[in-house]
């Protein structure tokens, strides 16, 4: 048996998809265990490129196993629409997807709660994707929530489901004074119209996932949104509404701590972020647009331009030390290629003091003063290299800094966004 891990080690969209794509390879299953269709991960192959929200990146070799754990919040109606499309480009589904009948639904009342707590906040807006997730999630802990399974018995649906429409109209028109009235029977039958076309991929996948685990099958968790993006030990309030570092997969998945073998984290050899919130080696100025220009930084959820700004290895390391990373793979070096000199944030300064942790308030993260280390840049295209010898000195160099920073190896470097465009350095599993 073999379990692996792959988390985001900074604010979301480092990659992800292309590499867990990558390491389905030797994977039996590939899991995601937090987060819904807010999440977006990329992964092309033969030029053709791929957009999934809800499915694993693992969906798109046909012999692997996808699941959606218990701890994901899912739109039915995505759900539905991604599989028709996987269907359409010609991959097989059936007997491929399992989704946790203990996972949440996202409903439409959670849609407009989403966009209404965002309005109300106006310029303290946490930028959220509006897909309904963190309203889904605020259901779940306050045990409101209906869960998949709640589907198979009708009256039980109904029941929860009239509930949760009385109360959210209630609350959105004398909280956030929004006039909404949520029609129940169509809501009941197109959710049960969705349901009947999916109900076969609805299974028990705690059971399921703990004997693949036990019975020898190699299970690849793949993390959506990041470290710096968790609810518990992100950027909070400017984080989504789910463990998405690697604290959240055993909750997510009913599978132990004590099985989850190997983490690994990624990160890009830059910084971006998308939505609200401190980002302290952020440039806004015309480095910053190059970034974002040459990377290609706008999301693939949402479609905004992302964030840009310099490597911040101070909160590289904070992300190191929670996710406890066997590793950490580098991705989008290429986007560096066309720089002088690049920096590198190594530590934070804070009322004229250097401090030694990742601070924990939003108000202090947005004070701090980013530290840097000014290393040269190569200026040359490493796309097409295979080697780590072979890329230029100065990028080995970058490679190794953060190495010795962060005191953990690289495995792989990745420079651009096909399959093939990938520097493996040791073995991962
Ligand atoms: P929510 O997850 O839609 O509630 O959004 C909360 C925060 O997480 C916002 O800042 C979003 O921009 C960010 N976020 C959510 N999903 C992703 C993602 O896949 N990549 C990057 N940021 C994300």
Not at 393 to 417: C, H, R
Request: charged share 25%; with cysteine.
């Amino acid at each position: 048996m073999s379990t692996l891990a792959i988390v985001g080690t900074q604010w979301g969209d480092e990659g992800k998809g292309k590499i867990v794509d990558i390491l389905s390879e030797k994977a039996d299953y590939i899991v995601r265990f937090q987060g819904g269709n807010n999440a977006g991960h990329t992964v092309v192959i033969d030029g053709t490129k791929y957009i999934l929200h809800l499915l694993p990146s693992g969906i798109l070799h046909n012999d692997k196993k996808c699941v959606l754990g218990n701890g994901m919040v899912i739109d039915l109606e995505g759900l539905l629409n991604e599989i028709e499309f996987i269907k359409r480009v010609g991959i097989p589904v059936e007997g491929r997807i399992f989704v946790s009948e203990r996972a949440h639904l996202i409903l439409p009342y959670h849609k407009e709660l989403d966009a209404a707590s965002e309005k109300i906040k106006g310029n303290g807006s946490i930028g959220t994707t509006l897909k309904g997730i963190g309203p889904a999630y605020r259901d779940k802990a306050g045990r409101v929530g209906i869960r998949i399974a709640d589907l198979r018995d009708e009256e039980t649906f109904k029941e929860k489901l009239k509930w949760n429409i009385m109360e959210k109209e209630l609350t959105l028109k004398n909280v956030y004074n929004y006039d909404v009235n949520f029609n129940f029977d169509e809501i009941y039958s197109h959710i049960m119209r969705i349901y009947e076309k999916v109900s076969h991929f609805i299974s028990d996948t705690v059971s399921l996932l703990n004997k693949a685990i036990d019975s020898g099958e190699n299970i690849l968790f793949e993390g959506a949104q990041a470290t710096l993006l968790d609810i518990d030990i992100g950027t909070y309030p400017y984080v989504t509404s789910s463990n998405s570092s690697a604290l959240g997969i055993s909750a997510g998945t009913g599978i132990s701590p004590k099985k989850v073998e190997k983490i690994y984290g990624i990160a890009k050899a830059y910084t971006t972020r998308v939505g609200g919130g401190p980002f302290p080696t952020e440039l806004k100025c015309n480095v910053g647009e190059l970034l974002r220009a040459r990377g290609h930084e706008y999301g693939s959820t949402t479609g905004r331009p992302r964030r840009c700004g310099w490597l911040d290895l101070f909160a590289l390391r904070f992300s190191k030390l929670v996710n406890d990373l066997d590793g950490l793979i580098i991705t989008k070096l290429d986007v560096l290629d066309a720089f002088d000199e690049i920096n590198v944030c190594v530590g934070y300064e804070l009322n004229g003091e250097m401090i030694d942790h990742f601070p924990s308030t939003a108000k202090e993260l947005s004070a701090v003063k980013p530290i840097y280390e000014t290393l040269p840049g190569w200026k040359k295209e490493t796309t097409h290299i295979k080697r780590f010898e072979d890329l230029p000195e100065e990028a080995q160099n970058f490679l190794k800094f953060i190495e010795d920073y962060l005191e953990t190896p690289i495995p792989m470097v990745s420079t651009g966004p096909q399959r093939d465009e990938i520097i493996n350095c040791c073995e991962i599993w």
